[in-house]
């Protein structure tokens, strides 16, 4: 390939002109800025996550006293909080956080491009999703308050206006959320196309990093699925305004569609936000243990499988719904199996460590402790996927727990160990390695001790989604459980201000960083940091795949994509 | 673990607590293998001077057996749990034995009504009883309860029972159980309903044979002598 061939193939066609303020850091079609957009409202969104976990979690320790920061709150408003927190942590902090931010930014630096595929579309993407955060917010205001019908949003309750005191707070969730999917399936579009399309020379499929394999699996996955829901969406809205009655079984219509048609997203959407925070800790535990990752080819055949297979799984969510009896043990076993890949990438995980020679720098804690905390998430999840002991905690807050132990280990702890490895690219500065490990502890040992006690009190059967647990005679016993986790979650909670006062700090006084400065192999590392308006000066030259570390005979433990080789022992790139 | 189950009163409730400790000790242990294995790495590979790291790529089919072996004995448990399981639903949920009492359920924002047949066995014959919230049933007889919902889907909950299933409103649909304790357990509603969901809750009362005789005889005095049932013995 020539090289104004290469250079119009990877984009390099030259949009480096001078940009005035508002091209450069507001409507901007550079993947970077577009990620730390996608990654400022991510962050914004997790506080107001997190300030209805408070709520939440207080209601349950305290109920009925007044919160401080909060006020007294009623049913209606627990309701909403409780949809609201699912909502915003899912759709407004996990996606923009993983997919948004983490693939924005990467997937271009990684496969050598100068930027996405379709940077304007790219552009939409983030302006649409920011509508989307916009009107889900502005819900809270409304008059009837935000949705109260779950994240899961089942109908008739969503359906029908009569049965939650929120009118337009519902319509406001579903266009909400509309908009989030738009957004996502430009963005989603823009990454399988720039994967594939827009590789620098030299990298092929098979050299391309593990987070954009994983990042672009999960953008399959979420354009394979999405789809029938936003059919279902658009269903539930004409039934709220219009007057139709397809969830409605008074006009004919079947509350049982609305769970199949959300399913059959919603489970997928779990691998969407899972694969990408996979894909940040593989990448990271090779730095950190100068290790090759174990097994790579396996490690995207084990993603593929996953997204194959999560697409066969919804009706696991259904066990007890009223569908056929019959289907319960075909999507068991699939749920089941499904456990297989997922427990093939943690080996995987576990054997890049064997032999290795570990530091443990802030991005390694955060992806150690996610990896160890992932695995209960997982294991506990053999408990729901089998139909027989699903009847017994469905339901209860041993799915809370054990969902919390699954989004909160890739959302957080993958999501702060990607922060920590890749703020030097983003923003040029080294972060604070002490306020980051002492909020890596904090977060750790917090999380574990929010939502262990929350597996006992699911285990003794307490279900979800209660105002008031302890006004159940049989579960009142359990309320020392809920109080320590609310101790727990305060605590977890207040931690994040040694992260955010480390994320603005490090932006003024942190240490001026180096290009790279773990001295990791992939792309991003070989230009400046931050990386220039279109990355490189002249599209890499790939040379080998991305976990060269610690090659026998060689000079140093690591060896970039694209340097030229060195050495004899060097053994051909895969 | 097991200890944090709530009593079972049910006759299918030890294979659902079987299933789940047969789930308990298998993942428990590949949890715990896997936690110890990392912190062991952790500590046993961390940086030392003179010692880099091994240059092991996986790729190779002997070494990758390392994590694929596990993984294929991952698979061979799975299917164990499947079959364990599948035997426990289908037992709950497919093979409902024969009834010796029929109890219509009725879920309403944000109450349980149930609706008995008179001692005959016949709904809709003129001596229906309504219990507002109270499911009053015999100890060791099956009952079968056939659900509706008037509104929204709602959850019929009794953990004691380990019985769980949601009622769909525009359908029927039916649970059934046999308790074999007597005493007082909670009914609650297990999918969000509303705004007061957290109160719809409800009782059920396991009376032995002869207080349940009793109880029929109070609600259905003169029926109770017309079928000629004699203390302890439930007509269908």
């Known amino acids: 390939m020539s090289q104004a061939a290469a250079l119009k193939e990877t984009g390099y066609a030259g949009h480096g002109e001078a940009l005035g303020f508002w091209r450069k850091y507001v409507f901007s079609i550079d ?6 957009q996608y990654l400022g409202i991510s962050l914004f969104m997790a506080l107001v996550g997190a300030y209805t976990a408070y709520a939440i ?16 709150i009623s049913p209606d408003a627990y309701n909403s909080l409780v949809t609201m927190h699912g909502t915003i942590m899912v759709f407004f902090v996990a996606m923009p956080l993983l997919l948004g931010a983490f693939g924005n930014f990467c997937i271009p630096l990684m496969v050598g491009a100068a930027d996405m595929a379709f940077p304007r579309l790219n552009m939409l993407s983030v302006w649409t999703f920011f509508t989307g955060g916009l009107v889900l917010l502005a819900s809270l205001f409304v008059p009837g308050g935000a949705a109260a019908a779950g994240w899961t949003s089942y109908a008739p309750l969503s359906a029908n206006p009569a049965y ?19 957004s996502f399936l430009m963005g989603g579009v823009n990454f399988l196309t720039t994967a594939l399309n827009v590789r620098a020379p030299g990298m092929s499929l098979w050299r391309m990093p593990l987070l954009v394999w994983y990042e672009i699996t999960a953008s399959a996955l979420f354009l394979l699925s999405v789809g029938p829901l936003i059919g279902g969406a658009v269903m539930l809205l004409l039934d709220r305004v219009l007057g139709t009655g397809f969830y409605l079984p008074a006009k004919g219509g079947d509350p049982l569609l609305w769970e199949h048609l959300f399913w059959f997203f919603g489970h997928p959407e779990v691998y969407v936000v899972a694969l990408p925070g996979f894909g940040i800790m593989l990448e990271i535990l090779p730095v950190f243990s100068r290790k090759p990752v174990f097994a790579y080819r396996a490690l995207i055949y084990c993603a593929l499988t996953a997204t194959a297979l999560s697409l066969i799984v919804w009706a696991h969510h259904m066990f007890v719904s009223g569908m056929d009896p019959r289907l319960a043990t075909p999507f068991s076993v699939t749920t089941i199996l499904i456990s297989v890949p997922f427990a093939i990438m943690v080996f995987a995980m576990i054997a890049t460590l064997w032999g290795g020679s570990m ?6 804690l955060f992806a150690l402790g996610g990896l160890a905390s992932f695995l209960l998430g997982g294991v506990t ?32 702890f993958a999501g702060f160990a990607g922060l920590y490895y890749w703020y030097p690219k983003m923003f040029g500065r080294m972060m604070n390695e002490r306020l980051g490990k002492l909020h890596f502890w904090l977060t750790f040992f917090g999380f574990q001790a929010v939502f262990i006690p929350l597996f006992l009190v699911g285990v003794a059967g307490t279900p979800r989604r209660v105002f008031m647990p302890v006004g159940y005679p049989l579960f009142s016993a359990l309320q020392p459980l809920q109080v320590f986790a609310t101790v727990a979650a305060i605590v977890l909670i207040a931690a994040q201000a040694a992260f955010v006062a480390n994320f603005f700090l490090s932006l003024k006084y942190g240490k001026q960083a180096q290009r790279n400065p773990w001295r990791a192999n992939t792309l991003e590392w070989s230009t400046d940091s931050p990386p220039p308006h279109e990355n490189f000066p002249a599209p890499p030259q790939v040379r080998r795949w991305p976990y060269e570390y610690s090659t026998p005979g060689a000079r140093r433990d690591w060896m970039p994509q694209d340097e030229a080789a060195e050495a004899a022992t060097v053994r051909a790139a895969s | 673990m097991m200890g944090w189950l709530p009593q079972d009163v049910s006759s299918f409730g030890p294979d659902v607590d079987h299933v789940f400790s047969l789930i308990l000790y298998i993942v428990g242990a590949w949890f715990i293998a896997a936690e110890a294995l990392i912190l062991y790495f952790a500590v046993r590979y961390r940086r030392r001077t003179g010692r880099p790291a091994a240059y092991v790529r996986g790729d190779t089919l002997r070494q990758a057996a390392w994590v694929l072996i596990p993984g294929l004995i991952v698979v061979l448990l799975d299917f164990g749990i499947d079959i364990a399981a599948g035997r426990a639903w289908d037992e709950i949920k497919l093979d409902s034995p024969a009834a010796t009492l029929n109890v219509r359920v009725t879920a309403e924002r944000f109450a349980w009504i149930f609706t008995y047949p008179g001692p005959d066995g016949k709904f809709d014959a003129g001596h229906d009883y309504w219990s507002l919230g109270k499911l009053y049933v015999p100890v060791g007889q099956v009952v079968r309860l056939n659900m509706r919902s008037m509104d929204v889907i709602h ?8 019985l769980r299933q949601d009622i769909v409103p525009g359908r029927t649909i039916a649970a059934w159980f046999k308790a074999t304790t007597p005493g007082s357990y909670e009914i609650e509603c297990t999918e969000l309903c509303g705004f007061d969901h957290y109160k719809m809750q409800g009782t ?3 009376l032995s044979a002869a207080d349940y005789a009793k109880w029929q005889q109070q609600h259905w005095p003169s029926a109770q002598a017309r079928a000629g049932g004699e203390a302890g013995e439930v007509k269908k």
């Open chain 1, 359 to 364: 530091t443990f720098e802030t991005p390694m």
């Open chain 1, 164 to 182: 939650t005191t929120a009118v337009l707070g519902q319509d406001m969730w579903i266009v909400a959320l509309a908009l989030e999917f738009a």
């Open chain 2, 204 to 206: 059920l009362i396991v």
């Open chain 1, 381 to 412: 999840g053999i408990f729901l996927g089998s139909a027989a002991t699903d009847i017994y905690l469905h339901g209860t807050y041993f799915v809370v727990a054990h969902f919390h132990y699954t989004l909160f280990p890739v959302t957080f």
């Open chain 1, 31 to 36: 993947h970077k800025t577009i990620a730390k």
């Open chain 2, 155 to 162: 959850s019929f909950a009794v953990p004691n029972m380990r």
């Open chain 1, 57 to 72: 979690r207080w209601q349950l320790a305290w109920p009925l006293t007044r919160i401080p920061g909060v006020g007294a």
